[in-house]
């Protein structure tokens, strides 16, 4: 048994070290400095109850990005020094976000241990690379990420850490192999578990979906599909759950093997970055000559992104939680007996506060971030939830889950060509969504980000809205000399929200213009970018006269557009004449 002392380490805090919307995202070279990841680290189990430390399991993984590795042995020998029982890690530390989140609720060590704890080690939808994002968060026992309260503290911690403690003479383990080594302290036994990335995943997966109509539909030469890992870890449970599981073609996988710099790429799902998706999906500019495939989707670095493209066809991810929520009770035998509620983030559009009135289901709005929707996860109040940014998901987990989202469509596709599989024609994505819109009404929804803004200049462009909020009838003077074509500003607040479960407020969670007609412009600033700001911009508007649900959204939406850049004078206080990314 090799032995293993512990060091007791001085140290001076960092500055920055706050934990943004999904954790502390920073550039490589930032979590290079000597001390960086270890004084966040030990902030972190500062900030957790003892007995969430000592004697505990926790589990550490990623999407594999680059630092991952030295990341992975620099926290276990931290926590075999901070009394840590044992450590689980994803073969090669690959572990997307929604696994984690599985394996922390699902998984039965062999010696019947359970995990009360991760460490996510990721910056998800950012670049990765040795001058791109690394990024580290904490999430709890009931598979969630820390709550406020916790983050609050770890950054309160990282302001006075004076020490941290490192099992310095700790061997490094061997993460590519799977299998158990054991070590031994002063305080007594300290196990690293290197298991494999998938089982517990599929696992669960198949506990969701009837795998078999799946199957069914993959099988039927009609049907074609093509999925995009973008290098990120979903590359691995996309072979394993689509290949291996439901017999899809291995040609129908695009760069689904995990990369530590994505390829070089952006691995975000959107129209913007998923190039390659797009073009053989028929739809931008390059477009291949081929037909394309029936159905495609991509995921982010970490796996719980999704974005859902039909044949030429585009869906916004507000709508396609609001249509999983829909048809989940028929298509998917894990919401056989009905929801128990669903809820969106404030910037996420009202497709699915209609669905929710239609299915008189219970609805919550929260702030952005996932961290919000597990309170009423675990207090019974919500089955199905989405964001705006490509996230869906179920109280399955408590993570969003990009493969998850990608099941559930299959399913109710599935579930639509059940009697129709040798027919002549199969129900598409499209039909289903012009079908959702048409019982439903449509909303036109778009987003606007500029990125790496000057944050100086970000921070006065939201107080200057925060300014315009004062006078409504100023305020809507203003809007009709831009535009006499839209409605009326009926309320202009910052969104706060007050948990109903634990009755903790949140404030400043976006500023809003809420027109008299439904339509609404949001105006937040990113908490997960690594440089500058970002500002993102919501732009919405309901239709719901059936013939004119079919036009181009940011056609639709220019007159609405229109308002939000000048209203917030966008280039007067950036500099910029167009966004970023559109979605
Ligand atoms: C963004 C999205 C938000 C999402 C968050 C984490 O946050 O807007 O909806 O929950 O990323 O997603 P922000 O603060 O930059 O707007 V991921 O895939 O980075 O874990
Ligand atoms: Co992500």
């Known amino acids: 048994m090799v032995m293993f002392t512990v060091t007791r380490k ?5 500055d920055g070290q706050k934990p943004g919307t999904s954790g502390l ?37 990623g999407d594999g990005r680059y630092f991952s590795k030295d990341a992975v042995q620099i926290i276990i020998k931290m926590a075999a020094a901070n009394g840590v029982r044992r450590v689980w890690v994803g073969q090669d530390s690959l572990l997307s976000t929604p696994a984690v989140s599985a394996v922390i609720r699902e998984r039965i060590g062999a010696d019947g241990s359970k995990a009360t704890g991760a460490f996510i080690l990721t910056a998800s939808h950012n670049p990765g690379g040795p001058h791109e994002d690394f990024g580290i968060k904490y999430n709890m026992e009931n598979g969630g990420p820390a709550p406020e309260v916790i983050t609050d503290k770890i950054y309160a911690n990282t302001r006075i850490l004076k020490e941290y403690f490192i099992a310095e003479d700790l061997p490094d383990v061997d993460i590519s192999v799977i299998g158990l080594s054991s070590f031994s302290g002063s305080e007594g036994p300290f196990d690293v578990d290197v298991f494999d990335s998938t089982t517990d995943y599929v696992k669960l997966m198949k506990s969701i979906f009837d795998f078999e109509s799946i199957q069914k539909l993959l099988s039927c030469p009609k049907f074609t599909f093509c999925y995009d890992a973008l290098h990120g870890v979903a590359g691995i449970y996309a072979k394993r759950i689509f290949v291996e599981e439901l017999g899809a073609n291995e040609s129908s996988l695009l760069n689904c093997t995990p990369k530590e710099d994505f390829g070089g790429g952006h691995p975000d799902p959107n129209l913007t970055y998923a190039k390659e998706l797009v073009a053989r999906m028929g739809l931008g500019k390059s477009s291949s000559q081929n037909e394309p495939p029936e159905f495609g989707a991509a995921a982010d670095g970490d796996a719980d992104r999704n974005m859902i493209l039909g044949k030429r066809f585009f869906v916004t991810p507000s709508d396609s939680v609001a249509i999983i929520a829909a048809n989940a009770v028929e298509a998917i035998p894990y919401f056989a007996s009905g929801l128990k509620g669903v809820a969106r983030s404030m910037p996420t559009s009202a497709a699915l506060d209609v669905v929710a009135k239609k299915l008189n289901l219970k609805f919550f709005e929260v702030p952005t971030g996932w961290k919000f929707f ?75 980000d500029y990125e790496n803004v000057d ?30 074509d839209v409605s009326e500003v009926a309320q202009a607040d910052e969104f706060e929200y007050k948990d109903p479960v634990d009755g903790s407020v949140s404030k400043h969670q976006g500023i809003r213009y809420l027109f008299v007609d439904g339509s609404r412009l949001v105006f937040r600033l990113s908490g997960t970018g690594s440089e500058g700001a970002t500002i993102r911009v919501y732009i919405e508007q309901y239709e ?20 939000a850049i000048k209203l917030s004078k966008m280039k007067e206080f950036t500099g910029r004449s167009a966004p970023t990314v559109i979605t």
Not at 35 to 41: D, E, G, T
Not at 459 to 470: D, F
Request: charged content about 20%.
């Open 25 to 61: 995202r920073k550039k490589v070279s930032v979590f290079k400095q000597p001390n960086y990841l270890h004084n966040f680290v030990q902030s972190t189990f500062n900030a957790l109850p003892a007995d969430k430390v000592k004697g505990a399991t926790v589990v550490v993984s």
């Open 455 to 484: 944050a100086g200049a970000a921070k006065e462009l939201m107080a200057h809205l925060v300014n315009l909020q004062s006078s409504l009838p100023n305020l809507n003077k203003l809007i009709k000399e831009i535009r006499s």
């Open 544 to 563: 719901n006269d059936s013939s004119k649900t079919g036009r181009d959204s940011q056609e639709a939406l220019a007159p609405l557009v229109d308002i």
């Open 374 to 448: 597990g309170n009423l996860m675990d207090a019974g109040l919500c089955s199905i939830c989405g964001e705006e940014s490509f996230g869906t998901g179920s109280d399955h987990i408590r993570e969003k889950d990009g493969i998850w989202a990608v099941l559930a469509w299959l399913s109710i596709l599935a579930f639509k060509n059940k009697a129709n599989l040798k027919g002549q024609k199969l129900v598409t994505v499209e039909d289903i969504v012009l079908g959702h819109w048409a019982s439903y009404g449509r909303h036109y929804y778009t987003r606007y």
């Open 10 to 14: 001085e140290t001076v805090p960092f």
